[in-house]
């Protein structure tokens, strides 16, 4: 069973900069496939960006040349830097990897697994 904790969120001012971890344990798959979600307050959960294991990376269009979305396969910590950063990219910020149905699909990748979210909040 995996285990996903994330960490590093907070409250920045417009336009900061913050980098999320996700620390993965129990995982033992090489065909991997992580990404980060965010859900804001009255809005769905939308995908923000994946990593595969063939180093194929996907973004959503809104965070594209923000934010860049990282590995480090030794440590099994996956990472979110997150520059330029908007109030409308305040949300609970989730880490998920594939995992068993109910499965999220985005970007090729059926989620499954899930950490239990950090929170970011950018002001004006």
């Known amino acids: 069973q995996v285990e996903l904790v994330e960490s590093g969120g907070g409250s920045v001012q417009n336009g900061g900069s913050l980098r999320l971890s996700c620390v993965a344990s129990?995982?033992?798959?090489?065909?991997?496939?992580m990404g980060w979600f965010r859900q804001a307050p009255g809005k769905g959960r939308e995908g923000v960006a994946r990593?595969?294991?063939?180093?194929?990376?996907s973004y959503a269009d809104s965070v594209k040349g923000r934010f860049t979305v990282s590995l480090d396969y030794a440590k099994k910590t996956l990472y979110l830097e997150m520059n330029s950063l908007s109030p409308e990219d305040s949300a609970m910020y989730y880490c998920?990897?594939?995992?068993?149905?109910?499965?999220?699909?985005?970007?090729?990748?059926?989620?499954?697994?899930w950490g239990q979210g950090t929170q970011v909040t950018v002001s004006e």
């Open positions: 998920a990897s594939v995992g068993p149905p109910p499965r999220d699909t985005w970007a090729g990748c059926g989620f499954g697994s």
């Open positions: 129990g995982y033992s798959s090489n065909y991997y496939c």
């Open positions: 990593l595969r294991y063939d180093g194929d990376i």
